[in-house]
């Protein structure tokens, strides 16, 4: 099983970048996915989810500006980001959570906080979004 993270790189605020999560060994539209950022000392956030009936969700933060999707003859996820701004910096993300529905998937990705909560966590991609 593995999950690898493509994508990130560094641009300028208002820019736009689409990151990839690769899997091999599990099929994703079977799973409640989320995408996940963390920056230095601060706690892992949830920020898209998109559940095995495609019912998406999305933090706040990223509403109207993140697109999350997959494609499943590939079985990888991705992370449309446009008009990024600096404080989306950060290593982002993917992993599985439970077969979970509609909202319900929802809920879990953006308020879960354990990483055991999740599995098949992927290596990472950097964003870092210059003003």
């Known amino acids: 099983v593995q999950t690898v993270e493509s994508g990130g790189g560094s641009v300028q605020a208002g820019r736009s970048l689409r990151l990839s999560c690769a899997a091999s060994?599990?099929?994703?539209?079977?799973?409640?996915m989320g995408w996940f950022r963390q920056t230095p000392g601060k706690e892992r956030e949830g920020v898209a989810a998109?559940?095995?009936?495609?019912?998406?969700t999305y933090a706040d933060s990223v509403e109207g500006r993140f697109t999350i999707s997959q494609d499943n003859a590939k079985n990888t996820l991705y992370l449309q980001m446009n008009s990024l701004k600096p404080e989306d910096t950060a290593m982002y993300y993917c992993a599985a959570g439970p077969g979970l529905l509609g909202p319900a998937c929802g809920y879990y990705v953006l308020h879960r906080r354990r990483s055991d909560d999740f599995a098949y966590w992927g290596q990472g991609t950097q964003v870092t979004v210059s003003s």
């Open positions: 998109i559940a095995p009936d495609g019912r998406t």
């Open positions: 060994g599990y099929t994703y539209s079977s799973y409640c």
